[in-house]
């Protein structure tokens, strides 16, 4: 069993950063692949970025391509999203997973946080 804990959410205004990290504990941390998901008011959780298992690899939603990174560090069992030039559309919970494989598809997530809110104002 894998918990993770999401921190760092918070109120910015359009352009400015944050970012999110992710605490992993309870299992080998390495061997996961991780992602970021976000859930907007009223909308459905989507895919955001996604990590291999060590930092190799990466995948991003278009419309954070430029504007976000992820990275992950395994000696900190923590995994990161570098959030840069955020627009109000951005505006979500911000949920982190850890599974299998690096792919945009929630079902192949295993574990999932319990999620931490990033407002951004206009």
């Known amino acids: 069993q894998v918990l993770l804990v999401e921190s760092g959410g918070g109120l910015v205004q359009a352009g400015g950063s944050l970012r999110l990290s992710c605490a992993a504990s309870g299992g080998t941390f390495s061997s996961y692949a991780m992602a970021w998901f976000r859930q907007a008011p009223g909308k459905e959780r989507v895919f955001v970025a996604a990590?291999?298992?060590?930092?190799?690899?990466?995948n991003y939603v278009d419309a954070v391509k430029g504007r976000f990174t992820i990275s992950r560090d395994n000696a900190k069992n923590t995994v990161y999203l570098q959030m840069n030039s955020l627009k109000p559309e951005d505006t979500a919970v911000y949920y982190c997973?850890?599974?299998?494989?690096?792919?945009?598809?929630?079902?192949?997530?295993?574990?999932w946080g319990q999620g931490t809110q990033v407002t951004v104002s206009s």
């Open positions: 990590i291999s298992w060590s930092g190799g690899n990466t």
């Open positions: 997973a850890a599974g299998t494989l690096w792919v945009p598809v929630e079902d192949e997530y295993d574990y």
